[in-house]
């Protein structure tokens, strides 16, 4: 990746939408799953898409977005998006997850 790309990619921060919600990996549990305290105050066990896993390397404190299972939402979810530190600091500015970011 050129830095060309990374600025680029900065400047798009991607806002948690419906059904998605912001979650700091709390551990890593192998086989791409992860345990994921999420903004909504609930503990879920999060896995790394097939799409992802080569291609982001996540460990403990990284900011994500996730998604909640259909079932199950509240144990359940996916990894849908990790956000790099310039992000985070845009998500702060923004209003977002300001309660989860600040207890990093």
């Not at 909640?68 to 359940?76: A, I, K, L, N, V």
């Amino acid at each position: 990746m050129t830095h060309k790309n990374r600025d680029e990619k900065s400047q798009k921060t991607r806002i948690p939408g419906e059904n998605e919600c912001l979650g700091i990996v709390e551990q890593l549990l192998g086989y791409d799953r992860l345990k994921v305290r999420c903004a909504d105050g609930k503990t879920r066990i999060c896995r790394i898409p097939g799409r992802m896993k080569k291609k982001i390397w996540i460990s403990e404190g990284d900011l994500v977005l996730i998604t909640p299972w259909d079932f199950q939402s509240d144990s359940r979810g996916d990894i849908v998006y990790k956000y790099e530190k310039d992000e985070v600091r845009k998500l702060k500015e923004l209003g977002y997850g300001i309660d989860i970011i600040n207890s990093q």
